[in-house]
Every structure is written in C-alpha cells, then in structure tokens.
C-alpha cells in the first residue's frame, strides 16, 4: 500500500511570504496524487491534483505543485501567502483502489 | 447543487450504543469511502465501496462496518462505539476508482463518552 509524508507539521509565516510544503510518497505503480485545503470548520477542498502530463500543475488561489517522479516528490507552492491562505494542507497519493493522505500541514498567515 | 451530505453533524454517545451515520450523494458516483481525521495522524481510510453490494477495507477497518445497497447512500456503522472512535469523520465519493477527484462530505464530529 502506498503511503505519504509531509514534513514540517506547523508553519507559520508572514503575509507575502513565499510558501513551500513538501510531500513525498512511496508506491511502486502508477500514482495520481492530490493537495486538498482544510480551512477552519470545513470539509476538504481540492486545490489542484496531478494525473499526468506537465508535471508542473497549477490550481486555484494561486497555489502551483511539480510532481518530480525520480525523487516521489509533490511538493506546494504559493509565492506571496495571504492571511485566507491559513488552513490545514493534505498531500495525497492514489494507487489501486485507495487514496493515502499525509498527516498535513498546519500552516498559519500572520497578518 | 452536486453534493456529499451526511448527518448528523455533531453526535454525542456512550460507549456501546451502537449508531449509524448516513452519507449520501447525488452525483451518480460509483466510488464512496469514509475516513475519519484525528489530530496529527491525517485522514484515514476506514472502508470504501467501488459500487453496490461492493465494500473493502481501507486502512483503519476495525470497529465499523459498511453497506452498500444503493449507488448514492453508503452508511457507517458502529456496532459498539469505543470512546477511541472518538474522531471527525468524512465521507467522499468519485466518479469511479482510477483517480477521479473525491468529494468530501461537510463531516461528522463524534463524541464517544
């Protein structure tokens, strides 16, 4: 079974701040894999997912993901955060039939 | 308006008393799971289902069951709730299993006292 980790549990940064969040999963097959967005109170929302193709994949309110396949890297990207952008950030990974979800982000925008 | 709902919201219970949360979705979706979300651990995959009268274990199986018997509802029970069922559970569905984007429900936060 596949399996994902994200590190650096708690970010805190300022606005305008540039934002990196780093994934890496291990399965031996063909993978799609996904970040969804938790804000506070609510249920998980895509932000962007990457199936094949470009690697460099661009979703909603900014935010940019690069699939490198050689180092099983899906690492987030915004480069100017915004205060909204506070919320809990999940990585995952679909093989087979399952999808595997990191343990997240928590990653908070100072004003 | 497409959508995962799934009730209740918010429940209360004692250890033992079994219960039942719904989760239904008016997309037409073959794959349903549910996975229940704890603090520093991320969502987990309890059960799913890639169509009627067809269910599997996800990753977290033990205490629940699930059933299958129409496309658009996909329950889960607990027989006898344990204060470690404790958690914010999600139900998803998708088109099919190969990698279609999940819907998540709104979530139900359960309290087993």
């Known amino acids: 079974a596949q399996s994902v980790s994200q590190h650096n549990h708690h970010v805190i940064l300022s606005e305008a701040a540039s934002l990196e969040l780093g994934c890496n999963y291990s399965?031996?097959?063909?993978?799609?894999l996904f970040w969804y967005v938790q804000y506070p109170g609510q249920h998980l929302q895509l932000l962007l997912k990457?199936?094949?193709?470009?690697?460099l994949v661009k979703g909603i309110k900014g935010f940019e993901a690069e699939f490198i396949k050689s180092k099983f890297s899906f690492n987030l990207r915004k480069p100017s955060v915004q205060w909204s952008d506070t919320a809990e950030y999940f990585c995952?990974?679909?093989?087979?039939?399952?999808?595997?979800f990191g343990k997240g982000n928590q990653v908070v925008v100072i004003p | 308006e497409a959508q995962v709902t799934q009730n209740p919201r918010y429940l209360i219970t004692v250890t033992g008393k079994k219960l039942t949360v719904t989760c239904s979705q008016n997309?037409?979706?073959?794959?349903m799971s549910w996975y229940r979300q704890d603090p520093g651990l991320g969502l987990r995959q309890i059960y799913y289902s890639m169509n009627v009268e067809v269910t599997d274990k996800g990753d977290v199986p033990e205490g629940y069951k699930v059933s299958r018997k129409e496309k658009r509802n996909f329950p889960l029970i607990l027989e006898s709730p344990s204060p470690n069922q404790t958690s914010l559970y999600f139900c998803a569905s998708s088109r099919d299993r190969l990698g279609e984007t999940q819907y998540f429900g709104p979530g139900t936060r359960l309290l087993v006292l």
């Open positions: 399965y031996g097959g063909t993978v799609n």
């Open positions: 995952a990974v679909r093989g087979n039939n399952r999808l595997a």
């Open positions: 990457y199936f094949s193709g470009d690697p």
């Open positions: 997309m037409n979706h073959e794959y």
